[in-house]
C-alpha cells in the first residue's frame, strides 16, 4: 500500500510495544520499522523502470527478511541507544541519512494522496506533498529525533525481546497489506518470483488510512502514561482491522458476481481477476481472458442490480510481436501483468497495459491507467521511456467520474 499507510500503522504498533517506555520516541521508531520494507525503492536508482519492476517487492518483502532483518535491527538498537554508534565517526550521516529517507517516504505518501485527492498534476502536489511532509515531520518527530540518543531514559529497560517484537510484526504487517493489493508482492523470494496479488484492497484505500491517521495525531500529543492515549491506538487499529476484513467479505462477493456476468454475457474466461479501484472498496474492476479477447468490467457495491458492467473489450495475443519475443522488456512485463495485457504498435514502438488496475477513468482514456511505452535505446535493446501521459483536467473529470460512478447504477 501507499507509504502514508505503513507509516501510520506502524506508528501505532511501534507506540503500543515501546511508547510507555520511551514515548513518542516509540512511535518514531515504529513508523521507521513499518516502512523498512519500502527502502527497496532506492534501488531502482541502480536500474531501469524494468528493473524496478523486478526489484520492487522482492527481498525485503519476503519472508526471509522478515524472519532475518528483525534480528539484525533488534541487536543493533541497544547498541545504538548505548551511544556505541554516537561514538563511530560515520554514526551522524547514518542518522541523518535513516531520516531524510523517513522524511523523503512521508513526502512521497503524501504527494501520492494530494494528487488523487485534489486532482492537481506535476510539480503542485510535490511542492505540497514535501511541504506536508515537513510540517508533520518536525511538529510530531524532530524533538524526539533531535534528542534520540542523548536522552533516552534507562535504555536497559527495552530489551532484545520488545525490539525483535517492534520490527517483525511491523515488517510483517507491511507485507500482509502489500500482499493485499493488486501490485503483487514476492514473498517467496528468492526460492520463486511469483506475485501474491490478494486483490482484496487498493493501493490507497482512504477509509482504512484516514481514521487510523486521525487517532495517531491525537494521541501523539497526550502523555505516554495516558490511559486516552493507549485507547485511541488501539481503538484505532480495530477500526482499521474490521475494515480490511470487511474487504475480504466484499471480496468473495464480487468474485461470485463476476463469474456470474462473464457467464451470462456466455463467456468462458481461461482466468479472470477482481479488484477494488483506487481510494476505496465500493467500486470494483473486473478484468477477464476468453479465447482471442480480453474483457474488461465494473461494479459497485451500490449498484441496484448484481451485475458487471463490461465496459471494454480487446483483442488478446499471448504470442508477442516477433521483435519483442524472448526480449527482457517483454518477460518482465508480461511476468508483472499475469497475463492480463493488451499491447499494441505506436509508431516504431509499442503501448503495453496492464489491465488488472482499475484506476481513476478519464474521457479519451479506454486502456486504463498502468500502460508502459516501449522503444528501442541507442544500443537496440527495448525499454520502458516514460510514464503514463497525463494532466490535471484528466485527473480531475477521473476523479469525479469515479465519484459519480461510487453512487452506483439504477
Not at 545504538?80 to 523523503?104: D, E
Not at 482491522?241 to 463469474?259: F, H
Request: net charge neutral; proline share 4%; glycine share 12%.
Amino acid at each position: 500500500m501507499d507509504s502514508l499507510t505503513h507509516i501510520v500503522v506502524g506508528a501505532a504498533v511501534g507506540d503500543l510495544i515501546l511508547g510507555k517506555k520511551i514515548g513518542n520516541r516509540g512511535m518514531v521508531l515504529g513508523a521507521l520499522a513499518g516502512s523498512v520494507p519500502d527502502f527497496d525503492v532506492f534501488t531502482q536508482l541502480l536500474t531501469d523502470d524494468l528493473g524496478g519492476l523486478e526489484l520492487h517487492r522482492a527481498f525485503t518483502h519476503s519472508w526471509v527478511f522478515m524472519f532475518t532483518a528483525p534480528l539484525l535491527l533488534a541487536w543493533l538498537m541497544p547498541h545504538w541507544y548505548r551511544g556505541a554508534f554516537r561514538r563511530w565517526p560515520g554514526y551522524p550521516w547514518l542518522r541523518g541519512m535513516i531520516f531524510v529517507l523517513f522524511y523523503l517516504i512521508l513526502a512521497a505518501g503524501l504527494t501520492w494522496i494530494t494528487t488523487f485527492l485534489a486532482g492537481w498534476y506535476g510539480l503542485i502536489p510535490g511542492i505540497l506533498g514535501l511541504t506536508l511532509g515537513g510540517v508533520i515531520f518536525y511538529n510530531y518527530y524532530h524533538a524526539q529525533i533531535r534528542g534520540f540518543a542523548d536522552h533516552m531514559q534507562e535504555p536497559e529497560s527495552v530489551g532484545f525481546g520488545q525490539w525483535y517484537l517492534l520490527f517483525a510484526l511491523n515488517i510483517l504487517i507491511h507485507i500482509v497489506l502489500d500482499c493485499a493489493t493488486s501490485y503483487g508482492t514476492q514473498i517467496w523470494y528468492p526460492f520463486s518470483n511469483e506475485r501474491v496479488a490478494w486483490g482484496n484492497m487498493a493501493v490507497v484505500d482512504l477509509l482504512f488510512t484516514l481514521p487510523l491517521a486521525l487517532t495517531v495525531s491525537i494521541a501523539a500529543a497526550l502523555p505516554r502514561s495516558a490511559l486516552l492515549r493507549k485507547f485511541l491506538l488501539v481503538a484505532g487499529l480495530v477500526v482499521s482491522s474490521i475494515y480490511w476484513a470487511g474487504t475480504w467479505v466484499n471480496k468473495d462477493r464480487v468474485n461470485g458476481i463476476w463469474k456470474e456476468s462473464l457467464r451470462m454475457s456466455h463467456l468462458e474466461p481461461s482466468q479472470s481477476y477482481a479488484s477494488p479501484t483506487l481510494t476505496n472498496n465500493v467500486l470494483w474492476h473486473g478484468v477477464a481472458v476468453a479465447g482471442d479477447s480480453i474483457y474488461v468490467g465494473d461494479y459497485a457495491l451500490t449498484d441496484k442490480n448484481p451485475v458487471f458492467r463490461i465496459t471494454n473489450r480487446y483483442a488478446y495475443w499471448s504470442s508477442p510481436p516477433p521483435d519483442l519475443a524472448g526480449t527482457r522488456a517483454w518477460r518482465i512485463l508480461t511476468w508483472f501483468s499475469k497475463g492480463y495485457y493488451h499491447w499494441k504498435q505506436e509508431g516504431e514502438g509499442y503501448s503495453f497495459t496492464d489491465l488488472r488496475f482499475g484506476g481513476i477513468p478519464s474521457e479519451g482514456d479506454d486502456e486504463g491507467v498502468f500502460r508502459f511505452h516501449l522503444v528501442k535505446n541507442g544500443m537496440g535493446d527495448w525499454q520502458v521511456d516514460g510514464g503514463r501521459e497525463g494532466n490535471g483536467q484528466d485527473i480531475r473529470a477521473g476523479l469525479h467520474s469515479l465519484w459519480i460512478r461510487m453512487k452506483g447504477l439504477p
